[in-house]
């Protein structure tokens, strides 16, 4: 990181900001071409967890490449001057990379739903339709890398 000033590298700061982001970014590569989400989403023991139908552009590409990226921010305020070069902004995010995995069976499901709901604030427990696990569709990135980074 070129300002090492405003690296993050607290471990606990960074979950922090990924247990309060309200959307995370999921990166996925299409052959050469890049591909970005925004999604809602839910974070526990260095996972990543996202709900998406079962069919569509990133259950395609993740199928045939489960690498991923992702990046999730808060905090963000532009800093206005007098002067262009005066602007800034304020901001934390968390950036990292990992692999995708398609959870399955329905206990997984339940859980990986149970963690997004909680991330929102709810406070369950939830009961979930009969036929919602087989509609559903839950990705688990489970985190390789992941750095963060702040300007306050």
Do not use: Q
């Not at 690296?7 to 590569?29: F, H, K, V, W």
């Not at 299409?30 to 023991?45: A, E, K, L, Q, S």
């Not at 919602?132 to 390789?144: H, P």
């Amino acid at each position: 990181m070129r300002k090492k000033e405003r690296e993050i590298t607290d471990l606990t700061e960074i979950e922090e900001l990924l247990n309060r982001a309200e959307i995370c970014r999921l990166g996925m590569a299409d052959g050469g071409t890049p591909y970005i989400v925004p999604m809602n989403f839910g974070y526990r023991n260095r996972a990543l967890y996202f709900h998406t139908g079962t069919a569509g552009k990133k259950i395609d590409i993740l199928r045939k490449n489960d690498t991923v990226c992702f990046e999730a921010d808060l905090d963000i305020e532009v800093v206005r001057a007098d002067t262009a070069c005066g602007w800034s902004m304020r901001y934390r995010s968390a950036v990292g990379t990992g692999r995708a995995v398609f959870v399955e069976d329905a206990a997984g499901k339940k859980e990986a739903l149970d963690i997004i709901m909680a991330h929102y604030g709810g406070t369950g427990p939830w009961e979930y339709r009969e036929n919602s696990f087989e509609r559903a569709c839950i990705i688990k990135v489970e985190i390789g890398t992941i750095t963060g980074r702040k300007s306050v």
